[in-house]
């Protein structure tokens, strides 16, 4: 098996994780054993983060889904935003504040569920009045969570301690947009994404009729 970063290892994540013994728990509930946590932050495209959730529907997996209100690269409140919310719902995955410190504004969109956009370690984990936060003490310590940033597992893929159901529970954050888009280092995959950005964007100024002769 290689562990590249496409949706067709992370489903054999997902698949291995099943073959564990573990099951797909909400932010909210006390870790018990076999509980996993699967947490996406969606700092960079919607796209990515709806072809995920669909797969990972097909697969029977719940996730949550952290969405920004304040991203330089999308707008969760213009109708792509409006309609992602609504699809993330509809596939039966949970909706939760991706927060640029110390911005928490939980309006109806959101379950209340926050994670930390490039946290300082100082706030990182304290708690937050009125909502769970994925860094707390209670879902997060290095034994039990491991995260994808910038393609690179600090302890290794976690396929493997998965399948042997290794760990007693885990949180794992998976950013879908590293996943989705090819490419083999992190810089082909960023370009990608911005290659798809830029096909989106000739279609929007079309449909906004904007004349592109
Ligand atoms: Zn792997
Ligand atoms: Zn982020």
Not at 44 to 64: I, W
Request: charged share 25%.
């Amino acid at each position: 098996m290689s562990c590249s970063f496409d949706l067709e290892h992370y489903a054999e994540i997902l698949e291995a994780a099943r073959a564990g013994g573990y099951r797909f728990a909400h932010f909210g509930d006390d870790p018990e054993r076999c509980d996993l946590f699967l947490r996406h932050d969606i700092d960079l495209s919607l796209e990515a983060a709806l072809a995920m959730a669909e797969l990972e529907t097909e697969l029977g997996v719940r996730a949550t889904y952290l969405l920004m209100t304040e991203s330089v690269f999308y707008n969760l409140a213009s109708v792509e935003g409006v309609s992602a919310i609504s699809r993330l719902r509809e596939l039966g995955h949970a909706v939760g504040l991706h927060a640029v410190h110390p911005n928490v504004v939980l309006d109806e969109r959101f379950d209340p569920v926050v994670s930390w956009h490039n946290p300082r370690p100082e706030y990182m984990s304290e708690e937050i009045p009125s909502a769970v936060n994925a860094y707390s003490e209670r879902y997060f310590s290095p034994e039990t969570y491991r995260s994808d940033s910038n393609q690179h597992w600090r302890a290794g893929c976690p396929h493997e301690e998965l399948r042997a159901g290794a760990v007693p529970w885990l949180q794992i954050l998976i950013h879908p947009a590293i996943w989705v888009y090819p490419g083999t280092t992190m810089g082909q995959t960023m370009r990608s994404l911005v290659e798809s950005e830029k096909k989106r964007r000739l279609i929007q100024l079309a449909e906004d009729g904007i004349v592109l002769d």
